[in-house]
């Protein structure tokens, strides 16, 4: 049985793995090549079992929570061991592309099945998880199912949320198939001995400086507000401008005002966007009475983040007073930076120089679900190149060889862990 570190030439099948994320691409709620795939809808649970399927086929054992976290396990030489943890998510927001979150765990899977392959035992069992609902499109709130798992979200906030529709988490766990107490989802410090997500960057650098692959060293601290304008509707014609309580020129306002903000911090790193903007009641020739929009802040700094929030909270008071309008800010989530583990990023490095790929050490600016694991396990992340950097488009995009050398250097990683 060997637990040394073998000669690891993983001998991967990036065909296979390209294959599998095409196919993984076909189920979508869009036509294709647009990739929507909203969490518990029936291309979720159809991906899901796509998923399932291909990792009982690899010889893992395959495990749910209560709200569809999924565990695909390749048990190792001494089960009493924390297991090494890898995956992502392959939920999609609407009008997305196929690499977001599937790459992390199809190349997981892949990573995994070059390993046996290769005839590795792992001392450590390893792990493929599959987290429910990264996205935010559904309740409002991204990471939904790794944030129950660090108990950074507890079953009660968690029963609170709702859709669009008014409908609930139960209204949408239950019928997927997903019954268990929610409090079983929350998993103890230490769960993992150590994780690694792979993802593409979203982001622009590693194709630009030709750089293989990205060693995650921060990822930045997001937060997301639920912002309600309400003014006074009427004629569009009839109603003359003064005194005029247009909720949607308010936010107009407001949107310039949270644009100014974050491009006025003196750093590269803040970013702000409003995202949804819903207008009621949205008729040409009526004024609107009612504006439903969020705010997403970002920064690697969270005091700077803060000071964005709190200057758009002043900004909205003065628009109220001078407008005559509501505006009503509920914060849903303000979420601290991660900081990444030295040690497995010295891992990802030793496996970068043994693998022959280039590497840079960065900053991951989207969120992640390794962003809530490492309020249990030491974590780190692995990127791989994306096109212009595009990403949440249809036309996202990773070229096999980068995809292949992510998967090349997190199989390396994984073992040198595990063993
Ligand atoms: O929004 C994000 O950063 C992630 O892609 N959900
Ligand atoms: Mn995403
Ligand atoms: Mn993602």
């Known amino acids: 049985m060997t637990t040394t570190r073998p000669n690891l030439n993983p001998d991967l099948s990036v065909d296979r793995l390209m294959a599998e994320l095409f196919a993984l691409a076909k189920i979508s709620e869009a036509e294709p090549p647009v990739v929507t795939r909203v969490v518990f809808g029936p291309a979720d649970l159809r991906a899901r079992a796509y998923v399932k399927g291909l990792c009982a086929e690899a010889g893992l054992t395959v495990r749910e929570d209560a709200v569809g976290n999924t565990f695909a396990r390749w048990e190792g030489a001494d089960p009493s061991l924390a297991p090494i943890g890898t995956g992502s998510h392959i939920d999609a927001i609407p009008n997305a592309g196929l690499y977001d979150g599937c790459v ?56 609170a949320l709702r859709d669009k529709e008014g409908r609930g988490l139960e209204d949408w766990r239950v019928p997927a198939g997903f019954t268990g107490p929610l409090e079983s989802v929350a998993v103890p410090k230490g769960r993992f001995h150590q ?6 960057e979203q982001g622009p650098l590693l194709e630009e400086e030709k750089v293989d692959v990205g060693l995650v060293t921060h990822i930045a601290a997001p937060a997301s507000q639920r912002i309600v304008i309400e003014g006074e509707g009427g004629h569009a014609g009839g109603k003359l401008m003064p005194g005029r309580k247009d909720a949607l020129a308010a936010a107009a306002e407001l949107i310039l005002a949270l644009e100014s903000a974050a491009k006025s911090t003196g750093a590269i790193d803040t970013v702000g966007t409003v995202g949804i903007c819903e207008v009621f009641p949205g ?43 509501k505006i009503a800010t509920e914060l849903v989530n303000a ?84 063993a």
């Open 195 to 200: 994780f690694i997500e792979m993802h593409i």
């Open 104 to 159: 992390g765990v199809l190349g997981g899977l892949e990573a995994i099945r070059a390993l046996k392959a290769l005839g590795f035992k792992p001392r450590r069992s390893i792990e493929l998880v599959v987290f429910t609902a990264e996205e935010p499109t559904r309740f409002g709130i991204g990471c939904l199912g790794s944030r129950m798992m660090a108990n950074v979200l507890t079953p009660q906030q968690a029963l």
């Open 283 to 325: 008729a040409v020739n009526s004024i609107p009475s009612r504006v439903t929009m969020t705010t997403d802040v970002r920064d690697i700094d969270r005091a700077r983040r803060d000071r964005v929030l709190a200057a758009l909270g002043a900004v909205a008071n003065d628009i109220s007073r001078r407008r005559g309008v």
């Open 335 to 418: 979420d601290p930076p991660t900081t990444c583990d030295p040690a497995i990023l010295a891992a990802l490095e030793e496996s970068a120089i043994a693998a022959g790929k280039s590497y840079k050490k960065m900053v991951a600016r989207a969120y992640h679900d390794t962003s809530f694991v490492s309020c249990i396990a030491p974590v780190a992340m692995l990127f791989i190149p994306c096109r212009g950097g595009v990403s949440h488009r249809p036309d996202e995009y990773a070229s096999p060889q980068w995809i292949g050398s992510g998967v090349h250097v997190l199989s390396r990683t994984l073992a040198k862990l595990a």
